[in-house]
Structure formats: C-alpha cells, structure tokens
C-alpha cells in the first residue's frame, strides 16, 4: 500500500508562483519502475495531466499548457516530489493531485497511476 499526502497549496495572484510537495509513503514503492504524476481539476472540468516524473531516472513529462512555467522535481532521499509552479494564471487554479503508479507508460492518462493523494487546493487571484 502507498499513501500520498500533498501540502503547499494556497493562494497565489495571477503572475505569481506556488510549490507544491508531495510525500510518498509506503514499502511497496518501487524506486525502479513507480512514476509520480500531478493532477489537478477545476470545477465544473474533469481532471487533467499537469506534469510527471520518472523516478529512476528523474525523466520528466508536462502538459502542454504548463510547460516552461512549472518544474517537477523528486528527492529521492526524502521520497518527495515538488511542482514549482511560476507566472500563474487563471486557468492554473484547481484542486491539484499527485498520484504514482507502477509501470506507467502512458503518463498524462490518470488511469495508469494506482495512488492518489486527497488534493491540495491552489487559487489564483487577479
């Protein structure tokens, strides 16, 4: 079994930044073959990719949309994962996920990942 517990969500203004940490907890966590993923979901819209990340070798995938503004990041130490979030706006606000499965080969679809996280809520103010 695998838990994920999310922090450093808030409130940000448009142009600002937000990091988000996510912990991995669990002995089943695979350091070869798990990949950690962020999520997120507006309300009203259905739940979207943002980025993720290899743990192995630390390859890193994003969403169109967040790419050159966000980094994901790992300690491999601390089994965490960060999301730098930088110059946001409007549509960055959303309840953010972290999630990790095993063996993921398809990262931006949400099925492939078998642990979420509960959220962690990231506001954008104009």
């Known amino acids: 079994q695998i838990r994920l517990v999310e922090s450093g969500g808030g409130l940000a203004q448009v142009g600002g930044s937000l990091s988000l940490n996510c912990e991995v907890f669990?002995?089943?966590?695979?350091?070869?073959?798990?990949?950690v993923g962020w999520f997120r979901q507006a309300p009203g819209k259905e739940r979207e990719f943002v980025a993720a990340?290899?743990?192995?070798?630390?390859?890193?995938y994003y969403a169109d949309s967040v790419k050159g503004r966000f980094t994901i990041s790992r300690d491999n130490a601390k089994l965490t994962v960060d999301l730098q979030m930088n110059n946001l706006n409007s549509e960055d606000a959303a309840i953010y996920f972290c999630?990790?499965?095993?063996?993921?080969?398809?990262?931006?679809?949400?099925?492939?990942?078998?642990?979420w996280g509960q959220g962690t809520q990231g506001t954008v103010s104009s």
């Open positions: 990340i290899t743990w192995e070798r630390g390859t890193t």
């Open positions: 669990g002995r089943t966590f695979n350091r070869y073959r798990n990949t």
């Open positions: 999630a990790t499965g095993r063996n993921v080969i398809s990262t931006m679809i949400d099925t492939e990942y078998e642990y």
